[in-house]
């Protein structure tokens, strides 16, 4: 065995001298060192037929290691269907794009609201700015506050006001008693027909008069009511959560139908993508695409197919696309052109991405 190797570094010293000569000497050691463990690796050039015994060692350690491993069970974590699916859709957005056709698309926000007033006022309070993020239900403009309040206590006086009915309800308890025993006198003959009469009448006016009291409490409450609404009225709430795009009027000026907040809604974003008559029938509702924004850069996101125009503009032979582009942190603004990229996933692969986890 020595004198084989004494003989191959020969050989290789030889080797390597022409090859520094041709100006390979990295080539010429790499084959140096590469050649003793050649021959270790193979038990008809070691010291034995079966081999060093260091290697047999490891080879007999990897052996057994795999073996346990094959008959062990490794739980899996369990991750959620949508978390598997969006990788799988990330996974087919970064596919090579040479392999699709890439269409120029537009990402606007999902709606722009106007924020008027349905009542005429005096602008008292705005609570947000140009710019600022607001949640559904906040509070961003409020109108005669002081007008309103007042308003407001008036009626809840009103409907809190119960002294009318029960001092009916003694009335008309007084006056049950009364007939009770206007009754009972006249059947003895101890009283008059028209005193008896006249007192079951009072009887029943007092009734009325209890009810006619409840019933004006119930329109208190209800006027309690509208007042609430107006009150709220003028005091208007964001109906969408997104971003004050624009605030047109200031503290003090009277609103009557003018705009006064333009808010859009961000989250999600839709993608706009105007297509060649050559692609209708091969874009489908649900489809999954690659949409690359100019901001933040050449990030690859994933949207889903929304909606597919069933008419083609004759003029210019193009239909339309809409795409629904999630956007939970708010990260990708609108109003700025993209690429996107169609994806036609197989039916196997829609299959693979919507299995469900395996428990652990």
């Known amino acids: 065995m020595v004198a084989v190797r004494t003989k191959f570094k020969h050989a290789s010293m030889t080797f390597g001298k022409f090859l520094r000569r041709r100006g390979f000497v990295l080539v010429g050691l790499a084959a140096f060192v590469a050649f003793p463990a050649f021959i270790d690796f193979y038990p008809s050039t070691s010291k034995t037929a079966e081999g060093s015994p260091a290697r047999v060692d490891r080879v007999e350690a990897l052996t057994t290691a795999i073996d346990e491993a094959s008959w062990r069970e490794i739980p899996q974590p369990s991750r959620p269907p949508a978390e598997i699916e969006w990788e799988f859709s990330r996974e087919l957005a970064a596919t090579d794009p040479e392999e699709s056709t890439e269409f120029d698309c537009m990402i606007e926000p999902w709606e722009e609201v106007s924020i008027r007033s349905t009542i005429v006022g005096r602008i008292d309070a705005i609570h947000v700015e140009r710019a600022d993020f607001v949640q559904k239900g906040d509070l961003i403009l409020e109108l005669d506050v002081e007008l309103a309040n ?77 007042e609430q609404a107006r009150f709220e009225q003028r005091r208007i709430r964001s109906p969408v959560t997104g971003i004050v ?91 700025q052109r993209c690429r996107v990229r169609f994806m036609d996933a197989s039916p196997e692969d829609e299959e693979l991405a919507r299995v469900e986890p395996i428990e652990p």
Request: net charge negative.
């Open 245 to 335: 795009a624009d605030r047109l009027m200031s503290v003090g000026e009277v609103v009557d139908e003018e705009i006064v907040f333009e808010i859009a809604q961000i989250d999600p974003l839709r993608v706009e993508v105007i297509l060649p008559a050559i692609e209708f029938g091969t874009i489908r509702r649900g489809m999954k695409a690659a949409v690359i924004p100019e901001i933040p850069g050449d990030e690859v996101l994933v949207a889903t197919i929304r909606l597919v125009d069933g008419i083609i503009d004759s003029a210019s032979g193009t239909f339309g696309v809409e795409l629904e582009l999630p956007n939970l942190s708010h990260a990708i603004p609108g109003g």
């Open 150 to 226: 007042a308003a407001l206590e008036v009626a809840a006086s009103r409907a809190g006001m119960t002294a009318s009915i029960h001092s009916l309800e003694a009335r008309r308890s007084l006056g049950v008693k009364r007939g009770d025993r206007a009754v009972e006198l006249y059947s003895q003959n101890a009283l008059a027909l028209d005193a008896k009469d006249e007192i079951l009448t009072e009887k029943e006016i007092s009734e009325y008069d209890l009810q006619n009291a409840r019933d004006q409490h119930t329109l208190a409450v209800l006027e309690l009511a509208r």
